[in-house]
């Protein structure tokens, strides 16, 4: 029996600093009804869906930006979001910031499935800085307001796949993709809210898009997965984040990309079983990998450059 899904990436325009949950929850709401009526199984929102991104300000009290955070998942504002899902028998991914009841700061996904939740992601790679630099037109101050994610990269089975998460920069390293598919996964995805614009060095524009894709189409082929990566993008508060939503099958191959940096579902019918060839041919890893090679890669963090040479 075939295991096609019928995914789609739910790019989200701008969250002004300003706008409420209730106003981002509806955008959410209207991209599902879209999704519904695309036949979509499953849909992906982006990181830090519910707010703007707020790391590009610096606070020294970073107890003065729990407002962006979510005390409870669901809460009273994204309840009808959990609701209208379950309705629509459609699972989700939704990014957003964690405040545990102990005081631990993450930035998190979530699986949702018939209005439960199924999994759980803290983003592992905090890109950016911890404190003020005056050099940069605005800050990328994750490493500030979030612990790094202490849950690993689990995988979960819904919607008859074996399913992955990750977040924005997570998708730069490969160790992420690697993680999930020596678990079996068969579908990753992620949200990202990516600046267009280096603020820690010189770099010419377009490489922000070329990277972008370039990271999840190796991710996809690499591990022979779905890679489904899903932007907030738009100008937000003067900071332009960019768009790039995309499906990347198992070949490595994007087959369905966003056009605009606004609210825009974009659909694929992602047959799972495309996985396969690559994971039981070029991709075999119990038959082709060297792991007596590969100690360094996890024992070591920096570089550091062998003696003698
Ligand atoms: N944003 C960016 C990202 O990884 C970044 C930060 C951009 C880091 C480009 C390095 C290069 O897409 C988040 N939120 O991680």
Redesign the pocket.
Known sequence: MSRIINVGAAQMGPIAPNESRASAVNRMMDLLRQAKSRGCDLVVFP??ALTT?F?RYYEEDIAKMDPFFEREMPGPETQPLFDAAAEADIAFYLGYCELTPDGHRF?TSILVDRGKIVGKYR?V????HAEYDSRRPWQ?L?KRYFEPGDLGWPVWRCKNGIMGMA??????WPETFRVMSLKGVELVMLG????DR?T?ATEPNHL?MF??HLVMQAGAYQNSCYVVGTAKAGVEDGCMLIGGSCIAQPSGEIVALASTLEDELITAPCDLDLAKMGKETVFNYAKHRRIEHYGIISSQTGVEIPEGI
């Open positions: 990181e830090m991104f790391p930035n983003k790679h905090l890109p950016g990328h994750e977040i924005c920069n997570d998708r730069r990202y809210n990516t600046p280096n820690s922000r990277h972008n």
